[in-house]
């Protein structure tokens, strides 16, 4: 199946995202995540937070298959590929953030301003900022 297209089984109409009803559905991920893992408490909040190390794993293997550097398996993946796998990083950043906090969008929106100064007005932060 060429891969842009998919069974029409699974196409599904979604409204345009925002910023808040992408902080919306990463609640409802979160809340998913409560009512059906198999760890609750301090280990699910480690379990989270430990997960983003593996989704970074599938973006490294995504752009090893995307640039053909594994001479056994050559170009095994595509830039789409990596895309996704880019996406699901953030997707578990954001979810595990929230787990952290119910601020996430507060804490994320501040920490965004901070890098977004720090880096884009050349300015270095005073420590601890």
């Not at 109409?13 to 059906?36: C, K, M, S």
């Not at 880019?86 to 804490?107: F, G, I, K, N, S």
């Amino acid at each position: 199946m060429p891969e842009n297209t998919r069974p029409e089984n699974t196409q599904r109409e979604f409204a345009p995202l925002t910023y808040d009803n992408v902080w919306d559905t990463v609640e409802r991920l979160r809340a998913w995540l409560d009512a059906n893992g198999r760890r609750t408490g301090q280990d699910a909040v480690l379990l989270r937070v430990l997960k983003l190390s593996e989704e970074v794993g599938e973006v490294a293997e995504a752009v090893i298959g995307a640039t053909g550097q594994n001479p056994r398996k050559g170009e095994s993946h595509s830039w789409q590929d990596v895309e996704a796998e880019l996406c699901d990083v953030v997707v578990t950043a954001l979810v595990a953030l929230r787990t952290l906090t119910p601020d996430a969008p507060e804490v994320f929106a501040a920490h965004l301003r901070k890098v977004a100064e720090r880096s884009l007005t050349g300015q270095v932060p005073p420590p601890g900022r």
